[in-house]
C-alpha cells in the first residue's frame, strides 16, 4: 500500500466565518460589522466584491478596522493592500475582524433599488457592500446575526439559521447574491409550482394608498408564466424585495430588489410590471443560465462578456411575451 501525502496548499481544516452586523437606530448612517474567523492560518486576505455592472465602490466607506481575541493582540491588525483587498493577521488562526460601513445617502428623488440606505423605518442591506470576504476560502459556509432596532423584520433569500436574526449561506457566493431588506415591511406569499414566493413591500411613512391586491395577483400571474415556460423555479423560496421611494431593479438568484413608488402603483397597481417581468425572467436567462464566468464572485474588475445578447436580448423579448400571456 502507498501512502499518499496531503499536498503542502491543501489544509486539513478549512476556516469558519460568521458576522454579526449591528445597526442602531439613533446612529443609522453607521453600520457595525463583526467578523468572526476560528480555524483559520495565521494570516489572511480580505476582499470585497466587484459586481460586473452594478459596483458602488462601498471600499470607500469602510475604517474603524480593529482585530481581537486572537493569541497575540499585539501582531494582530489589518493593512491594506488595494482598493478592495486586504490583509488580516489573525496570531493563532482565530479572532474578530471589526469595522464600520458608512451608508452613502442618495441625493436622486428616487435612488436606486439596489443602493444600500437606511432609514428610521428600514433599510437595505446589499451583501457586497456590507460583507468583507475571504477569497481564499469562499466556499465555507457562512452565518449573519443580525442585531436590529426593535420591531424590524428581516426579508432575504438567505436561509434562516438558529434565531429569526441569524440567516446563513453554503457559501460567500450566495451570502453576497442575496440582499436583505429589513424594517417596517409588509408580506404577501403565493405558491407555484412548488416555488414560495414572497413579495416584500417596504413602504414610506407618508406612502400613499394603492390596491395591493392587482399588484399581488399581477406578480402571481406574471410568476407562473414564466415557470410554464421552464417547467419550475430553479429554487424553492424566492423573494420579491420591493420599496417604496426608488427605482430601478436587479436580479439575483433567488430574489429581485425594486422600486416601486406608491404614488405610481395608486395610479396603476401594474405600471411596473413590465420592468418586473424583465427582472424576474434574469432569475433563469442571466443568473441559472449565463455567459461563461459572467457574475463569478471577484474583488477584480470583471473581464467584458460578448454573451449579453442572449442575457439581456432573449429576456427583452420574453419580459413582453409573458406580460401577454399574464
Given amino acids: ?6 499536498p503542502a496548499t491543501m489544509r486539513a481544516e478549512q476556516p469558519s466565518v460568521s458576522y454579526v452586523l449591528r445597526l442602531d437606530s439613533a446612529q443609522l448612517g453607521v453600520v457595525d ?4 474567523v476560528d480555524h483559520g492560518p495565521a494570516a489572511l486576505r480580505l476582499a470585497m466584491k466587484v459586481h460586473p455592472e452594478y459596483d ?40 474578530l475582524v471589526h469595522y464600520r460601513v458608512h451608508v452613502q445617502w442618495s441625493t436622486d428623488a428616487l435612488r436606486r433599488s439596489w443602493q444600500p440606505f437606511m432609514r428610521a423605518t428600514g433599510g437595505l442591506i446589499n451583501g457586497p457592500d456590507f460583507f ?30 438558529a434565531t429569526p436574526a441569524t440567516l446563513t ?6 451570502l453576497l447574491d442575496s440582499p436583505i431588506l429589513v424594517g417596517d415591511l409588509r408580506e404577501w406569499t403565493f405558491t407555484d409550482r412548488g416555488t414560495h414566493y414572497h413579495i416584500v413591500y417596504w413602504p ?8 395591493t391586491t392587482s399588484l399581488i395577483d399581477g406578480i402571481r400571474r406574471l410568476a407562473s408564466s414564466a415557470s410554464a415556460i421552464f417547467g419550475s423555479a430553479p429554487v424553492r423560496d424566492y423573494y420579491f424585495l420591493l420599496q417604496d421611494g426608488a427605482s430601478d431593479a436587479l436580479e439575483h438568484r433567488a430574489s429581485l430588489t425594486m422600486g416601486l413608488p406608491s404614488s405610481r402603483l395608486a395610479h396603476d397597481p401594474h405600471a411596473l410590471l413590465p420592468e418586473l417581468a424583465h427582472e424576474f425572467f434574469h432569475t433563469w436567462n442571466l443568473v441559472a443560465i449565463h455567459p461563461d464566468s459572467y457574475g463569478a464572485l471577484s ?9 449579453l445578447w442572449m442575457g439581456e436580448g432573449v429576456t427583452l423579448y420574453y419580459a413582453d411575451l409573458l406580460l401577454r400571456r399574464a
Fill in 1 to 6: 500500500m502507498i501512502a499518499m501525502s496531503r
Fill in 132 to 161: 468583507v470576504y475571504l477569497p481564499d476560502f469562499a466556499r465555507v459556509p457562512v452565518t449573519v446575526r443580525l442585531e436590529l432596532p426593535r420591531g424590524w423584520r428581516i426579508a432575504s433569500a438567505l436561509d434562516a439559521g
Fill in 56 to 95: 458602488a465602490k462601498y471600499w470607500r466607506y469602510v475604517d474603524g478596522w480593529r482585530v481581537e481575541g486572537s493569541a497575540d493582540d499585539a501582531r494582530a491588525g489589518v493593512v491594506r493592500l488595494d482598493s478592495t483587498l486586504w490583509r488580516a493577521t489573525l496570531p493563532g488562526g482565530r479572532g
Fill in 299 to 307: 474583488y477584480q474588475r470583471a473581464i467584458p462578456t460578448s454573451g
Fill in 33 to 36: 460589522v463583526t467578523m468572526r
Fill in 169 to 174: 449561506a453554503p457559501t460567500t457566493a450566495g
Fill in 204 to 211: 414610506l411613512p407618508d406612502a400613499v394608498l394603492f390596491d
